[in-house]
């Protein structure tokens, strides 16, 4: 069974810093995959960024990065030079264990302030 | 290019009365799937199409929900009858054909459908 865990159901950062949210997830598959999704209040979930389990880096994507720390299970994003359009929920997902169904955290909510 | 299109976005009715989804995917993605996503909760995979195969529904309460994909292109998603624990949000996504399971394949997300039973 695969499992996501996300401890953090709020954060609030400034406008311009950076911000950590937290992902930790649990499989006893060797294959998996990590991902990032954004929900803004209009509803749809926005792809941000992908980690496989076998990449040696971490991924970036603009100004996201994930911290992949493979023997702690975790998987961070990392929002640097936070926007006002960062607001949004961001729900972290795994997929593993040849499913490709995912399973996804509860998800933080996330707002930035001015 | 267009993304996901669902409609309606909002829908409220009556328990026991029957209600549907229409999903049109981004043209040319094989696979087609349906979430549905709790208030505070992520969103849980329904069911998944492969073209106009339902290849993963093991989550979908066959008793009262039906998906179909006839054509391989747009779907719907009815549920009959309606019940009080059925309101949520449905999100339909889209992707091209998978892949390996660690091998990135981005799902593009409709807006949903806001359901509301009273």
């Known amino acids: 069974a695969q499992k996501i865990t996300q401890t953090q159901p709020g954060m609030f950062v400034q406008e311009k810093e950076a911000v950590t949210l937290d992902c930790t997830y649990d499989?006893?598959?060797?294959?998996?995959?990590l991902f990032w999704y954004k929900q803004p209040s209009s509803g749809e979930m926005i792809f941000l960024i992908y980690?496989?389990?076998?990449?040696?880096q971490n991924a970036t994507e603009g100004r996201y990065s994930l911290n992949f720390q493979k023997a702690r299970k975790s998987a961070n994003l990392v929002i640097s030079a936070s926007q006002l359009g960062d607001s949004a929920m961001y729900f972290c997902?795994?997929?593993?264990?040849?499913?490709?169904?995912?399973?996804f955290g509860r998800g933080t909510s996330l707002i930035v302030h001015p | 290019e267009a993304g996901v299109v669902q409609s309606p976005r909002y829908k409220i009715i009556e328990k026991k009365q029957p209600v549907a989804f229409w999903c049109n995917p981004i043209s040319g993605h094989n696979t087609l799937y349906w979430y549905r996503q709790n208030l505070g909760q992520g969103p849980e995979l329904l069911i998944r199409y492969e073209n106009e195969e339902a290849v993963d529904d093991s989550q979908l309460p066959k008793d009262r929900f039906s998906a179909e994909r006839l054509k391989g292109v747009d779907s719907t998603l009815k549920i009959q009858p309606a019940e009080l624990g059925d309101s949520a949000v449905y999100l339909c996504?889209?992707?091209?054909?998978?892949?390996?399971?660690?091998?990135?394949?981005?799902?593009?997300f409709g807006p949903g459908t806001r359901l509301t039973v009273l």
């Open positions: 996504a889209s992707s091209s054909r998978q892949t390996g399971v660690s091998s990135y394949n981005e799902q593009f």
């Open positions: 997902a795994m997929r593993s264990g040849g499913s490709y169904i995912p399973t």
């Open positions: 980690q496989g389990s076998y990449d040696q």
């Open positions: 499989t006893s598959d060797p294959s998996y995959g």
